[in-house]
């Protein structure tokens, strides 16, 4: 298995640009809690168990494999972005209406950004890019506060 920095330097590839880094900033969260909340319809048969909790427990593994710090940060963020993947379902719509709209906006704004770089996206290499996309951005928040990972 690649590690961790490997991972992070082939996703930073195509992800140069300051307008692609910024959009991602914005999007990579918008599109994991609209995720969340669409999976959070998929119920399991543990009580409070969904299939957006089934995400992040293993996405964590996968972090945990590459990077205790890193999962341990991501953890966090995935519970974060559980509990506001609930607050959409406060909304006066479906839930499943919204978090597709916020799903779709994000996604565009994503190849916004790509279309910018002029790079196409990582996960067109290695579905496994969709999950170092947000690891990427917690690894520059480590990296400019001291954190390592």
């Keep these: 298995m690649k590690s961790a920095e490997a ?9 140069q640009n300051p307008v692609n880094k910024a959009l991602h900033w ?6 994991m809690v609209s995720l969340l909340a669409l ?6 048969p543990v009580p409070g168990v969904h299939g957006g909790t089934l995400l992040v427990v293993g996405a964590t593994v996968f972090y945990a494999a590459l990077s205790i710090p890193l999962a341990v940060g991501m953890a966090i ?30 996604w565009i704004g994503q190849f916004v950004g790509h279309q910018i770089e002029g790079k196409r996206p990582s996960f067109f290499e290695d579905v496994k890019f969709l999950l170092i996309g947000p ?6 928040l480590y990296r400019r ?3 390592r990972y």
């Design 77 to 106: 963020i995935g519970a974060a972005m559980l509990a506001a993947a609930a607050g959409l379902a406060l909304l006066p719509v479906p839930l499943w209406a919204s978090a597709l709209v916020v799903f779709a906006a994000g």
């Design 7 to 15: 991972w992070l330097e082939a996703y930073g590839e195509s992800h």
């Design 39 to 44: 999976l959070s319809l998929l119920r399991t």
């Design 145 to 147: 506060v001291g954190v």
């Design 135 to 140: 690891m990427w951005l917690l690894a520059d």
């Design 26 to 31: 914005i999007c990579i969260p918008v599109i």
